[in-house]
């Protein structure tokens, strides 16, 4: 079975450009969630999806990100326009509620986003 | 609201040496606790996870972290590491409902041969 997959693994971009980083959850996981990495600090969470809709929204840093997930299958992060700030690595993670009610999420390779 | 701290965010071990990472939690709720791993230039792993049926949790590698709950500790172990276990550790906690997982800031590990 196919894990968690993104896209693209590097991008590199200058400040004022806009991307647009694709994250294809496990098939069949209904949760799927973006977190990002700054260098030298921690992991923080974006956002979360249930299918389609935002369940939790509450990391997105400002209104120059945009997540959609059309369909309840992949997932869109549209960064627009782009900030030196924003540089770091986006992870995406996703999970299927299960019987012992842990909320086991697995993660994708990350995509490294640099901001010139 | 929930929290993770990681004490040390490099730890260098000798190679067949115990390895000790540590981290505590602050959960408002019972929590749910990780340990994933990062290798360099893959994604996270997971390494373990505490669901509370066992206080002593045994991952894969030989890893095992141990829940303390009167300690809000969740310490991550070796008995002996290898050259292979140089990664970056990350302790994380969830406070259950499928929600967000907070993140520890990490602990590089290296091995010294």
């Known amino acids: 079975e196919a894990g968690v997959t993104q896209f693209p693994s590097h991008s590199v971009i200058e400040k004022g450009q806009t991307v647009t980083l694709r994250c294809d959850p496990i098939s069949g996981h209904d949760n799927l969630y973006w977190y990002r990495r700054v260098m030298g600090k921690e992991i923080k969470f974006l956002l979360h999806?249930?299918?389609?809709?935002?369940?939790?929204e509450s990391g997105m840093p400002n209104n120059r990100f945009l997540a959609e997930r059309t369909g309840g299958t992949y997932s869109t992060l549209k960064v627009q326009p782009a900030e030196l700030e924003d540089s770091g690595v986006y992870f995406c993670?996703?999970?299927?509620?299960?019987?012992?009610?842990?909320?086991?999420?697995?993660f994708g390779p990350g995509t490294r986003l640099t901001v010139l | 609201a929930q929290s993770v701290t990681q004490l040390g965010s490099h730890v260098s071990v000798s190679e067949g040496a115990l390895v000790l990472l540590r981290c505590n939690y602050s959960?408002?709720?019972?929590?749910?606790l990780f340990w994933y791993v990062q290798y360099p230039n893959q994604g996270l792993q997971l390494l373990l996870k505490y669901t509370s049926a066992a206080t002593l949790v045994k991952g894969i590698n030989g890893f095992e972290a141990e829940f303390k709950k009167s300690e809000t500790s969740f310490h991550l172990t070796k008995p002996s590491a290898h050259m292979s276990d140089a990664a970056e550790y990350f302790c994380a906690v969830e406070a259950g409902g499928y929600q967000k997982v907070t993140f520890g800031t990490g602990t590089k590990l290296q091995v010294i041969p």
């Open positions: 959960s408002s709720v019972p929590p749910y």
């Open positions: 999806f249930v299918k389609e809709s935002k369940q939790d």
């Open positions: 993670a996703s999970s299927q509620p299960g019987t012992s009610g842990i909320n086991e999420q697995f």
